[in-house]
Every structure is written in structure tokens, then in C-alpha cells.
């Protein structure tokens, strides 16, 4: 089974909330909560809102109308996404259940590489020095959690796979130390005696995690199982890099066109798929995030090309009829 978190409270409320609790079990007055949430705001980066919570007080009918559009914005399923993280990380953490003799039984964990099989389950090269190792073959049950490759707090994905693990014959082992080899090209020591492949068998349960309060629905082992990795979020490193380096104003531009937001600073694309992409965006001050959603699906690298090209060229259409109507009516009104 994957779950998620979920909530319906916007985010500013769950602080407040948060702040509450913290102030009744310190017996802490309203004066210095105050000074504790002054300081933690100048401390603290501007974080963008997490998914679905795009704006906080006021009504604002451009808000509004973004809000609506959001909702209905075409996405990949739940199973689809957390297949694409699964296979494009590069490290995920690893937690065991320790033999060792003063901390039996505790969780140990720690960051490790990994190649995905062609079910998504995980498959790790570790040592036969390494704690886990000893852990493993001890009891195999174990913990995968992998972050989405873009992870950068608790407003981005990530999946949590339980399971157990078992050691892999030679003859199972030659295939995928190719795929890690291909993943992890300087590697080399797979090749060490005391290396050995070590695959996530007969999962029981899998978790996932989506951005707090996001609206996902609830995944089944089976439906992660059979789902596919996204066919273009590969290519989301050089795309985005290259539409943030030198076309912002492009990406502006398509968000206003395509979503009806106005007044956006700036935006920083963050991902993209098959269907569309996210995007970090600054307006009036307000930081947040945006599904910018392709005019049509894109397959591979060059579809997803077409599609900005013509998604920019359209938005650049709409700038200057917009331009047109607005001079044309103060010509008219003279």
C-alpha cells in the first residue's frame, strides 16, 4: 500500500497551529512567540508554498481564478510519479535493523546508491564489510526512502519502500551490475570480492510521501508496480537549466497565458513531464509553486522542444494583441 499525507488546512493555519502547541507545552507568553517567529522568518530563506496552498490573505480574484485552474491542471498519476523518482535519484537512504551488540534491534540508516529493476524496487551494491550487509542477513527487512530528484524541503516528493532483501546469485548479479555500471560509471568497485547485489524481494508495503497537504490520491503496491517511469523528466535538468538561464521572460509569459496569473516576477522552472511542468514562482512577494501544463502531451525530447516553442510563441501572440487592444482603446477614447 503507498500513502501520503494529506490535509485540507492551508499552510499559514498549520503553523499557527504548530506555534500554539508549541507555546502551551512551554508556557511561553504571547510576547515571546512573537520574538521566536520574528526571528525564525529573518533566520528562514522565503520557502515556496507547498502544493495546492497558492496564496494566503485576501481575495484576489486572479488568485481565484489560478486556484481553479490548478486544480484541473493535467499532472501524472500518483503511481507514474513516484516510479519516475524511484528510477532518476541517484541516492536514497537505507535503514536496517542493527545487530550490533549496543544498539540491537534500533534502525540504522544511511545514504546509499542504487539502480532501480524493471518493477521500480530498489537494488543496492554494498559491501560485505558494511553494517547493513550484517544487518541484512540478519533479517532482511529494510526501509528505501528516495527523495525526487529535485528534493529541496518538504514541499517536493518522495517514496518510502519497505521490504526485504536478499542476497543475489552470480548468475543474477552479471545483468544489473551492467545497469549500475551504466548509472555509476566510475563504480568500480562492484567488481570487488566482497561485493554483492542486494534487490528489495516480495515488497510488503510501500509508502509514499507527497508534498504536505497536496491533494494525491492514495496509491496501491500493485499500482506502483505496474506503472512506468515518465518518458521525458530525464531531460528536466537541461531543459529547465536552459528556459532558467535565458528565458525567463518566456516562462512568464506562458504562465500568463496558459494559467490567467499576472503580476509574476520571477519564475524558476523545477521539473517537467510528458504533461507539463512546475515552476517556483514570486508574486507581489508571495513565493510559490505552479503547474504550467503543455498545450499537448510531449513523448520524447523533441516533442517536449516543440511544445515550449510553440506554447512561447502563442503566449507572445496574446502579449501583443493584448498590447493592440489596450492602445486601440485609448486611441478610441480621445
Known sequence: ???????????????????????????????????????????????????DVYYEGGVDPDITAFQQHQKSAPRPQAAEEARTWATLARHATLATLSVNRETPGF????????????RGLPVLAVSGLSLHTADMLADGRVAVSIASPNFASLADGRVTLQGRMRELSDAERAP?????????????????????????????????????????????????LSASPDPVAAFAGPVCGHMNADHMGDTIAMIS???????????????????????????????FKVRLPFSRPAEDRKSVKDVIVEMTRAARASQTSSKSGGEGKEGSSQ
Not at 110 to 117: A, G, L, P, W, Y
Not at 275 to 281: C, H, K, P
Request: contains cysteine; glycine residues 4%; aromatic residues 8%.
Open 1 to 51: 500500500m503507498l500513502a501520503r499525507t494529506a490535509s485540507n488546512c492551508a499552510w499559514a493555519r498549520t503553523r499557527l497551529g504548530a506555534q500554539s502547541i508549541i507555546s502551551k507545552h512551554l508556557n511561553l507568553n504571547q510576547k515571546q512567540v512573537q520574538r521566536i517567529r520574528t526571528q525564525a522568518n529573518a533566520a528562514a530563506p522565503m520557502q515556496p508554498q507547498v502544493a
Open 107 to 118: 534502525p540504522n540508516a544511511s545514504v546509499v546508491e542504487f539502480i532501480v529493476d524493471s
Open 176 to 224: 544489473l551490475r551492467d545497469a549500475y555500471l551504466a548509472k555509476y560509471p566510475t563504480a568500480f568497485w562492484v567488481d570487488f570480492a566482497d561485493f554483492n547485489a542486494w534487490p528489495i524481494m516480495s515488497a510488503r508495503l510501500m509508502m509514499s510521501a507527497w508534498p504536505m497537504m497536496s491533494a494525491r490520491p492514495m496509491v496501491t503496491k500493485e499500482q506502483y
Open 257 to 287: 497565458h496558459s494559467t490567467g496569473l499576472q503580476k509574476v516576477s520571477s519564475a524558476k522552472l523545477t521539473g517537467l513531464d510528458r504533461l507539463g511542468m512546475n515552476a517556483e514562482v514570486v508574486r507581489e512577494g508571495q513565493s
